[in-house]
């Protein structure tokens, strides 16, 4: 199984729309739970951290259920430079390594 | 956050021989880490690298092929050595800034490495 699994997509939605991303993971002592956004031939830039209560910026709303071991990124009315791949990032038990998901392909079409 | 810049930015290079990679930070970090990133793939950490300390690396990375240097609190160098088709991939080095933003990675903009 792997540490940290994502729904490799495409996403496809039109302008507007609100979607949903999931993220599950292995490791139950794992400290800190991030999703980062990658443009196609960028660098992954963090997108927002996730709190057990949840948090919200803008649009974005991520969610963190620790017995489920599940994280999740809400997206509403999706822009068209949404489009990139949403990376599920996971600290381990120290909090000092990172673990990637494979990563979630988004497409807003107009 | 950190401006982290890296040279070269792509590089093409024949099997056998070594690149030498390096980023730079506009501040002082403690914490900076070497990642590749496949064709298509996510990104798995090859290395920490601390400064003053030996390179930390993971399964699957050793000294002999991926040798770090970390000169300084706002420098560090990463060598490919002894290339193969296979090590065609994106480098890239990130560094955590900590305090308030403790465990959050700012990625350089990535090495494109070709190997023929």
């Known amino acids: 199984r792997k540490e940290v699994e994502q729904d490799p997509g495409p996403f496809n939605v039109p302008e507007g729309a609100t979607v949903a991303f999931n993220c599950t993971y292995s490791n139950s002592a794992s400290q800190s739970f991030f999703w980062y956004r990658q443009d196609c031939r960028k660098e992954p830039k963090l997108l927002m951290s996730?709190?057990?209560s949840g948090n919200e910026d803008g649009r974005f709303t991520a969610q963190l259920n620790r017995a489920s071991q599940y994280i999740s990124l809400l997206i509403r009315d999706s822009k068209l430079s949404d489009s990139a791949t949403y990376l599920c990032?996971?600290?381990?038990?120290?909090?000092?390594?990172?673990?990637f998901g494979g990563g979630t392909r988004l497409m807003v079409k107009p | 956050s950190a401006v982290i810049s890296q040279k070269p930015s792509r590089d093409i290079c024949q099997r056998g021989t070594s690149l030498t990679i390096q980023c730079q930070v506009d501040s002082q970090v403690t914490m900076m880490f070497w990642y590749r990133q496949q064709p298509g793939q996510s990104l798995t950490l090859i290395a920490t690298a601390n400064q003053g300390s030996e390179a930390t690396y993971e399964s699957g990375f050793v000294i002999d092929k991926f040798p770090i240097s970390r000169p300084n609190l706002t420098f560090s160098t990463l060598t490919v050595s002894n290339m193969s088709p296979e090590d065609s991939s994106i480098y890239l080095c990130s560094v955590e800034e900590g305090g308030r933003k403790k465990y959050e990675q700012f990625f350089g903009p990535g090495t494109r490495l070709t190997v023929l």
């Open positions: 996730v709190y057990s």
């Open positions: 990032v996971v600290t381990n038990n120290a909090g000092n390594m990172l673990t």
